[in-house]
């Protein structure tokens, strides 16, 4: 047994943790009010994001709603981004938004550790300033977590895609069109009501990943991140392509 899959194998059964480089914000008293106005989401589910006014990405987050607060959790590398198009509304609003100094941890198995946790496809993000809350629980590696963030969907802004117009890289779950107005909110109605998005994020299994994506033999896309699924038996790659309507050659959209 390889020692990628041993690993695997013993995640699988007792489970694990991935510590991750992401900011955490909270908005204070108002901030439920003001993320229905300036978010593409209800605050009833996990993920959610700020839009600019043409309908793409600025930052992709996922958020905890405790009482009259909300946190939220997003790539770090994006702070300047989140604060540049947050702060204005929130000073209009006067609603505190605070940088908090608490870890991200990615926990799963059976495992209930701290009391912030937002839940994902596979365990929760754990908010914390208390490292203890790991203890007996194995950190992985980074091939194991890429492993499991393909089985489990689970694409990252910076990574897999960035300021694409949202509904190319938006799961299901992650825009509202039935809630009030908010930045974008019309380009990504008329987006959705008179056609169809230019590009999509899919997910392809692969008996082997090719060099780039194609259709027919023309190249549709750039793989982001890619490997070997054991759950799956085949490579899976992450991808943002244009014709997904067609089959990719060689691969399997799942």
Known sequence: MDSILEEYTSAMITGGYKPLAKAVFRFGKGGKQLLERISCNTLDKTKNALLDRFGKLTVLFDQLVTGDEVYLAFEDRFKGRFLESAEKYAKLAKVAIEEMPLRVLHIFGNHAAGTLRIPQPLGYLALTDRLSIIQGIKEISEGVYTALRLENNMAVQGIDFDQQMFLEIAREDEASFSKGCYPGQEVMARVRNLGRPARKLVRIAYTKIPERVTINGAEVGKITTSGFSYKFGRFLAFAVI?????????????
């Open 242 to 254: 244009t014709h997904y309507d067609l089959p990719a050659d060689g691969g399997e959209y799942v």
